[in-house]
């Protein structure tokens, strides 16, 4: 069983469209995140939701608007896609407060805009 | 502002050699240093971590030397394999405040056969 899985693993798409991404994580945590890896790897935090409350939100354009239905799931839709969107979007999970907090992340999703 | 600072920017290492990715950060809050690995089309891991309270963390061929006063921390890989080459990411975290690790840029290391 995938412990934190994303859909699509690819995602190629024009230029003004709009587009989601799902993610979903089976190991009860209560806090999960998107992050957002550029062509030179940097890992930049996007989002962070507890318990389906946003409680991170970094300087990201107001077109990323992430959706948490429940604890279990954080999606990420993507409004008016730019070229500059293209890159790898990480979801990941934790548990807050843990004594060691892990996080553990997706497969990622390839996000190739046209 | 870069919070952690990771060098190098990549390493190539030939097979039985170790390899060494330092680290620096300027908070002084934060008190938990992993080390995570990401293989290339693959999410980050978690490799290792340490708190400050000790000065060295040991498993297996990974070990993680920290030195309080200097804020600067490093992983050894010994024995280097050509398996290991990922991508390296340091990063440190507050247990209280901001709770979000902050990652340094990454290193890439190839090791070579």
């Known amino acids: 069983d995938t412990a934190v899985s994303q859909t699509p693993k690819y995602l190629v798409t024009q230029m003004g469209n709009d587009k989601s991404i799902k993610c979903e994580q089976n190991l009860g945590h209560d806090t999960m995140y998107w992050y957002k890896q550029d062509s030179k790897k940097f890992l930049k935090i996007m989002f962070s939701?507890?318990?389906?409350?946003?409680?991170i939100n970094e300087t990201v354009p107001n077109r990323f608007s992430p959706k948490s239905p429940d604890k279990a799931h954080l999606n990420l839709h993507i409004n008016s896609l730019e070229l500059g969107d293209s890159a790898v979007y990480f979801c990941?999970?934790?548990?807050?407060?843990?004594?060691?907090?892990?996080?553990?992340f997706g497969s990622g999703t390839q996000l190739s805009v046209l | 502002q870069q919070q952690v600072k990771q060098s190098p920017q990549s390493l190539i290492v030939q097979k039985g050699g170790i390899s060494i990715i330092n680290c620096a950060y300027e908070n002084t809050a934060f008190d938990y240093f992993p080390w995570y690995q990401q293989f290339p089309g693959k999410g980050p891991a978690l490799l290792i971590a340490i708190r400050p309270d000790v000065s060295e963390k040991k498993e297996g061929r990974f070990t993680i030397s920290f030195n309080k006063s200097a804020k600067q921390f490093s992983l050894h890989i010994m024995d280097s394999q050509p398996g290991d080459s990922a991508t390296y990411f340091c990063?440190?975290?507050?247990?209280?405040?901001?709770?979000?690790?902050?990652f340094g840029r990454g290193t890439s290391l190839i090791v070579h056969p």
């Open positions: 939701y507890n318990n389906k409350e946003l409680i």
């Open positions: 990063a440190a975290r507050m247990s209280r405040g901001s709770y979000i690790p902050t």
């Open positions: 990941a999970s934790s548990q807050m407060l843990a004594t060691n907090e892990k996080l553990f």
